[in-house]
């Protein structure tokens, strides 16, 4: 397993209060050295380049971002820039397509530390957070170099409302996400299919406030087949950790044994279909919490 990490993901920085804040970052860093420290591997993302940007998102969305360069904005009441935000976004899309491309080249497992989130970010506009949808970026990164079956599992409490739509017409990407429903975004009803070729390539598993270990357990069963009838040649996991019992955003109660297991029942769908995996971070906002459950995805990996 390698790790892809960088202290300049604190640049990215959000009115005070915010909870997607640079905190986030310092734990990621935390993690990142213990993993250091223990011999393994930490590789420094690069900048995720306009071509593959423009895979899944406008020009127009690219060239808006990209004019918030060196300056504090509000996108959206959820969504702000600061001065790096912009070369920040880049590095978090860039080290998704790291990921992707270290697990397919060499079957390790790949983790990408990054923020801002990206799942919320639709082709034409910033959301929730989110900049650039980097694990959408990742995935059509896969799908460039021929893969024509990549499945990413959505594990974070919100709904990927970007990625789904980005991939809704596309059997090239299976999209699965448990997420507490109703809920922001407001997507991810279990009638949401997908539509054309894409129709059951989206898997929405809406799952109500208060589901617990073992309301994911069964959830995640579910999951497990749904990838083995898909046979995916890349798992990627949009790692939100925001399900957590602690999390001050959601309501779910997820402990981080219950992570431990959604993690490992991935690796094992995984494991029977021969599939590398990668996985990028979304949401988490309890900073214990947080440094918990990817020490868990760590080691369950
Ligand atoms: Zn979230």
Redesign the pocket.
């Known amino acids: 397993m390698i790790l892809i990490s960088s202290p300049r993901f604190q640049e990215h920085t959000t009115p005070p209060g915010h909870p997607e804040r640079p905190e986030r970052a310092e734990a990621f860093d935390e993690i990142a050295e213990d993993w250091r420290d223990k011999g393994g591997r930490v590789i420094e993302p690069r900048p995720a380049t306009r071509e593959e940007l423009l895979r899944v998102h406008d020009a127009e969305h690219v060239d808006a971002i990209a004019a918030t360069n060196g300056r504090a904005a509000m996108l959206d009441p959820d969504t702000f820039t600061s001065p790096e935000s912009y070369d920040i976004a880049l590095l978090a899309a860039g080290a998704a397509v790291q990921a992707a491309e270290h697990a397919l080249d060499t079957g390790e497992t790949a983790l990408a530390l990054v923020r801002p989130?990206g799942?919320?970010a639709e082709r034409d506009k910033p959301m929730?957070f989110c900049l650039f949808n980097n694990v959408a970026v990742a995935a059509a990164a896969a799908i460039a170099r021929g893969l024509s079956r990549v499945a990413i599992v959505d594990i974070?409490?919100?709904h990927g409302n970007g990625t789904q739509w980005m991939f809704y017409k596309d059997q090239r990407v299976l999209y699965v996400s448990t997420h507490q429903f109703p809920f922001?975004p407001g997507t991810g009803a279990a009638g949401e299919i997908g539509v054309g070729e894409g129709a059951g390539y989206t898997f929405n598993l809406p799952l109500p406030a208060g589901a617990t270990d073992a309301d994911y357990a069964s959830a995640y069963a579910r999951v497990g087949q749904r990838l083995d009838g898909y046979r995916p040649q890349l798992l990627l996991v949009s790692a939100?950790y925001?399900a957590h019992e602690d999390d001050p955003?959601?309501s779910m109660r997820v402990t981080t044994e219950g992570y431990t297991a959604i993690i490992r029942s991935l690796k094992d769908a995984a494991a029977r279909n021969r599939c590398p995996i990668a996985v990028v971070t979304?949401?988490?906002?309890d900073l214990s919490a947080l440094r918990d459950c990817l020490r868990a995805t760590i080691d369950a990996i």
Do not use: F, I, K, S
Not at 282 to 285: F, I, L, P, S, T
């Open positions: 989130p799942h919320h929730g974070d409490v919100h922001y939100g925001d955003l959601a979304e949401g988490g906002y």
